[in-house]
């Protein structure tokens, strides 16, 4: 048979030998060290050029020659085989994102819709509209609120992280203050009364209970305006620190199609997917509170390179059995 004689072919046997598949994985553990030790704008010229992908085709056919031979010329390492078919399966998914993956950006404000994204090629259709109906941000509020002051006639300054409703004393003052209430949006409504506008840090403000032997009063203090008071006693002076920081942001859409429209919720690391792409929360702007940036990307190639990395571990399972197996019977049973 042709296939025997080709197992007796030196040609054959070294395209598929051991030696020139760790020459050609040690070429490509180097071009890619190389690769990822230059600076970004460069990568591409290395990951992307003709050569190294010449040089992953030749790791591919080796592997092919050896796993082909090791099916025709020896069964009995089936499972070994498996696990070498899975590699070709893997770098085979990879090949097909490299070619026909897109991946791009779609930036609008509630109320609009986009049809399309902008990636490195241009506008690129999507074939249906995806609309923002809304969009929310989600802010931490203050587990503890840092707190500096000043006390005038002692020259005393102090930073305090307090807890909201308990009491500290100044030492050296007299003077003891406690936090009773923080406000992530402080706005006066019309009858002069302190209201929070909404839970969007805008105007943080905290309410203070001031504490003497001689007098008790509560003041307002804020972030924003850390000059503003309206303090009676004024030698003592608050600082309200607070940087705010986002919790989460999220962007409600409906992809609209011909035929039919549905409806999703994306967050941080919670993309959707509609035929075939996947919509990733990518960007907000404080400014620009019903703005966002959503990443697109249709990459084929993934559910070839997981059906790859399903049959390695099957087949390295398989084979430590297998080896497990032998082990127990005795060397003389050995493949």
Known sequence: MGFLKLDENKTWKFIGSVRVALALFVVIIVVSFIGAVLPEKYQPGIYYSWWFIFILGLFCFNLLVCSFSRIVFNRKRFYSTVTHISVLVIMAGALISFIASERGVIEFEEGQSQDSFISDKGSVSLGFKVLLED????????????????????????????????????????????????FPDFAMDENNHPVNNSEEPNNPAVLIRI???????????????????????????????????????????KFIDADKEKSSVIKVNYPAQYKGYSFYQTGYDKDKPGWTALEVVRDPGVPVVFIGFVFLNIGIIAIYLQRLNLKKKGPNNAV
């Open 135 to 182: 969009f929310s941000l989600k802010w931490y509020s203050p587990e503890s609120y840092k707190i500096r002051l000043k006390v005038v006639d002692k020259n005393i300054i102090k930073s305090y992280s307090a807890m909201q409703d308990k009491e500290y004393n100044i030492p050296g003052t007299g003077y003891r203050f406690s936090v009773i209430k923080y």
């Open 211 to 253: 504490s003497s032997d001689k007098s008790s009063e509560e003041r307002w203090v804020f972030t924003v305006h850390p000059k503003m008071s309206f303090g009676k006693d004024q030698n003592i002076k608050f600082i309200f620190d607070w940087q705010p920081m986002i919790k989460e942001f999220a962007s409600k859409v």
